[in-house]
């Protein structure tokens, strides 16, 4: 599969960037190669080899999830250079203006 200039600038489009025409032609040549190399796997005889996920086997080595006393709400706030009776006030993030 060749990668061409249609192909490229939808890549470029998901990735939101803006590229050059330097750049086009420097990923262009970079992004074949990777293509191709990717296609390469297409050509191994893979039957009868089970998909895997990870090379080695996972534990869980997280901690149990335990429930214990949190710091008390005052002294959490007690530093907070904006706060409500409730908790931090922070600017927001959608729809301007402030909290």
Do not use: Y
Not at 31 to 46: M, P, Q
Not at 71 to 94: K, M, Q, S, Y
């Amino acid at each position: 599969m060749a990668l061409d200039a249609r192909a490229l600038d939808h890549l470029a489009l998901l990735a939101r960037l803006e590229l050059g025409a330097d750049e086009r032609a420097a990923f262009a040549g970079q992004l074949d190669r990777i293509v191709h190399a990717v296609d390469k796997i297409g050509e191994l005889d893979l039957a009868g080899i089970e998909p895997t996920t990870f090379a080695v086997p996972l534990e869980n080595v997280l901690r149990e999830d335990l429930t214990a006393p949190s710091l008390p709400r005052e002294d959490a706030l007690a530093a907070a250079p904006a706060r409500t009776v409730e908790g931090f006030l922070v600017p927001r993030v959608l729809g301007g203006g402030e909290g």
